[in-house]
């Protein structure tokens, strides 16, 4: 749905436009639908991308509430204890495992 709707726009063809500027045709992947996933590669570059990218050192939480900031840390650190941390670790505390 999402795909089809942005074939339609005219900025998002516009942005393909500019995205052709770029030399590697996995760095600017936006959507998508199933005959684009299944052409050779597009699956590994994207397991590759989201392995380098999708990674604790990337990303940033806020919490807030209305327990005291030691019971908001413990929520958080075991919300997110599997994240996976830079170097292909898992967080362990808010640290890196490298």
Avoid: C
């Avoid at 959507?31 to 050192?57: C, D, I």
């Avoid at 919300?79 to 495992?97: I, T, W």
């Amino acid at each position: 749905a999402e795909h089809a709707k942005n074939l339609r726009s005219d900025g998002f063809r516009l942005n393909q436009i500019e995205a052709t500027r770029y030399v590697a045709p996995f760095d600017n992947f936006g959507t998508g639908n199933r005959s684009t996933l299944e052409k050779p590669g597009v699956e590994k570059a994207l397991t590759e991308f989201f392995q380098r990218n999708y990674v604790g050192p990337n990303a940033a939480a806020v919490v807030a509430g209305a327990d005291d900031l030691d019971k908001l840390q413990t929520v958080a650190l075991k919300a997110f204890e599997g994240v996976l941390a830079g170097g292909g670790g898992v967080s362990k505390g808010g640290e890196d495992a490298e």
